[in-house]
């Protein structure tokens, strides 16, 4: 065995076992826990955006909601982000009419023609948002909880909207809500 394949194998040897240990060690149990926030919304990774191509058309669903930014609830005006730092985003989609949907947050700066989206897993129980309506009956793990990683998306006025995709077609949940990342 050459000097060089010897020291791939250390090398891989290494990081198999970095990824073991990182994998069997469990979160914090001295941490404190957010009101509502599931177990696996603990150990949240930042998700970086992808780009996409908007669709021309799509139908509405009315069964979601952006909730926060950076933990606080979003306003009229926008919202100033650092591109320098993470920033998490929290809210609840449901769309029990669907077969199947995917989610998403869409983040889109039309003045200068950037799309980018973050696929969304509802994980997160709620179930203020299971009561809130029984036709039709939402899904008690609806809340999500998301963190965007440093320098996410470019510099940028942003418009965030929560999309349930379910046959190839787009289901758009939008309140509005804009970040001005800086």
């Known amino acids: 065995m050459s000097k060089h394949d010897r ?13 073991l240990l990182a994998a069997c060690s469990g979160p914090d149990k001295d941490a404190p826990t957010p009101a509502g926030a599931a177990s696996a919304a603990e150990s949240m ?7 996409y191509v908007p669709e021309p058309a799509a139908a509405v669903i009315t069964t979601c909601n952006i909730e926060g ?4 609830p979003f306003q009229a005006t926008p919202i100033e982000a650092a591109l320098s730092r993470t920033h998490s985003i929290s809210g609840w989609i449901a769309a ?11 983040l889109d700066d039309n003045t200068r023609g950037r799309n980018f989206q973050v696929k969304l897993t509802p994980s997160i129980k709620r ?4 009561a809130s309506t029984s036709n039709p009956a939402l899904p008690e793990n609806s ?7 440093i320098k996410a998306v470019p510099a940028g006025l942003y418009h965030l909207y929560l999309v349930a ?6 289901n758009i949940c939008d309140g509005g809500w804009q970040v001005n990342f800086k």
């Open 165 to 170: 995709q379910a046959d190839g077609k787009p």
């Open 69 to 72: 930014f950076d933990k606080a």
């Open 96 to 106: 029990p009419q669907l077969a199947a949907p995917s989610f998403w947050l869409r």
């Open 7 to 19: 020291f791939s194998l250390v090398a891989m040897s290494a990081l198999a076992a970095g990824l």
């Open 45 to 51: 990774v930042p998700m970086a955006p992808v780009a």
């Open 143 to 149: 809340g999500f909880l998301l963190e965007l990683p």
């Open 127 to 130: 179930a203020d948002v299971a």
